[in-house]
């Protein structure tokens, strides 16, 4: 599963938001460090402000900061409210769904259980286990150098893991 970049935009801001815990942030800063465009941002913070992640300061000395403690603001509740759709295949939708077996195939059923099996992990961490490493974060972040985010191109082909056994 991929997630979308709306939700590491989303995760990144509350790191950032979170290695300053009695500052109010702003989104600019937040663009620069992690060389994020900023109108992309602001739907970003919007978002997470809506659901109770952020408290937004509106005004020339505004910003934003964590609404709770980091401790309290667990993965997979930030991951399912920025995520548009865990429809992982098809059959997933009840309202659009056209595949003639899915009456009859146990696709669905594994797929459901492997998504329930993702957010029990991810539940079992929060926003503090993400800035364990302040210190080394802060440093990083604080370079004035941004952050840069690599993907490959699309013309290269992913790297494929080695299965067991296989040198």
Do not use: W
Not at 106 to 122: N, Q, T, W
Not at 125 to 153: C, H, M, W, Y
Request: aromatic residues 6%; hydrophobic residues 45%; glycine residues 8%.
């Amino acid at each position: 599963m991929k997630l979308t970049d709306f939700t590491d935009y989303g995760l990144r801001v509350l790191i950032y938001a979170a290695l300053r815990p009695n500052e109010l942030v702003t989104v600019q800063e937040i663009a620069q460090g992690f060389d994020i465009q900023r109108n992309h941002l602001v739907k970003v913070v919007v978002a997470l402000s809506r659901a109770g992640f952020l408290t937004t300061v509106r005004g020339r000395s505004g910003g934003m900061q964590l609404a709770r403690a980091p401790e309290k603001i667990r993965i997979g509740d930030v991951i399912r409210t920025m995520e548009p759709d865990f429809r992982v295949v098809e059959c997933f939708d009840i309202e659009s769904n056209q595949c003639a077996i899915t009456a009859s195939c146990g696709l669905r059923g594994i797929l459901s259980g492997a998504l329930k099996a993702y957010f029990e992990y991810l539940d079992r961490f929060s926003l503090a286990d993400l800035v364990v490493k302040r210190e080394s974060l802060l440093k990083v972040l604080d370079t004035g150098v941004p952050v840069r985010i690599v993907r490959p191109q699309k013309s290269q082909k992913p790297v494929r893991a080695a299965r067991a056994g296989e040198n």
